[in-house]
T-cell receptor
């Protein structure tokens, strides 16, 4: 099968540990952020989102933190499982005043969960 | 399955041929997007439809590329005179129109194009 992990930053964790994946964004006008998970041969799958008027949002086993001061986004995964192994992308929507809702994706991170 | 559907899943074509991909969005979603993804990279925006109107096109979308959404439901992406550099995964996504301008895009599993 294909490998989507070539040349990607890689985070290797032990099963059961917590994972933290980081993302830096460049546009201070971005007002909406999403984390996606992408498995080999599949499209990106929505994990969690956060608006710029928030600094933290929690889901099931996942937490997203937003630091607008340093333009940094992170995804925390609690009790990482083998099924979490995938490439993770952060994406942002820049508020140009339009309604496109276009997402701009960052460089992905390959999460490798060791049993 | 009520997710975004893309066909075909894989397409191998010879350089110079034309190819067409189809996307069926989630039925109640008015917004439809095409993205392109090459190996090891994040998806790159190509174009956006609100119902049948194509409202935004990326500079990546050369004149060999054309996208349509004639009835505001399914969409097609055609590439004419394919080049080897067109080899990529072509992803379609949709999202609902709501009072919240910002909502997640729901992606299909893409069409993998290989130009030989």
């Amino acid at each position: 099968g294909e490998s989507v992990g070539l040349h990607l930053p890689t985070l290797s964790v032990q099963e059961g540990d917590n994972s933290i994946i980081n993302c830096a964004y460049s546009n201070s006008a971005s007002d909406y952020f999403i984390w996606y998970k992408q498995e080999s041969g599949k499209g990106p799958q929505f994990i969690i989102d956060i608006r710029s008027n928030m600094d933290k949002r929690q889901g099931q086993r996942v937490t997203v933190l937003l630091n607008k001061t340093v333009k940094h986004l992170s995804l925390q995964i609690a009790a990482t499982q083998p099924g979490d192994s995938a490439v993770y992308f952060c994406a942002e929507t820049v508020n140009y005043g339009g309604a496109t809702n276009k997402l701009i994706f960052g460089t992905g991170t390959l999460l490798a969960v060791q049993p | 399955d009520t997710g975004v559907s893309q066909n075909p899943r894989h397409k191998i074509t010879k350089r110079g041929q034309n190819v067409t991909f189809r996307c069926d969005p989630i039925s109640e979603h008015n917004r439809l997007y095409w993205y392109r993804q090459t190996l090891g990279q994040g998806p790159e925006f190509l174009t956006y439809f609100q119902n049948e109107a194509q409202l935004e096109k990326s500079r990546l979308l050369s004149d060999r590329f054309s996208a349509e959404r004639p009835k505001g439901s399914f969409s097609t992406l055609e590439i004419q005179r394919t080049e080897q550099g067109d080899s990529a995964m072509y992803l379609c996504a949709s999202s609902p129109t709501s009072r919240e301008l910002r909502s997640p895009l729901h992606f299909g599993n893409g069409t993998r194009l290989t130009v030989t």
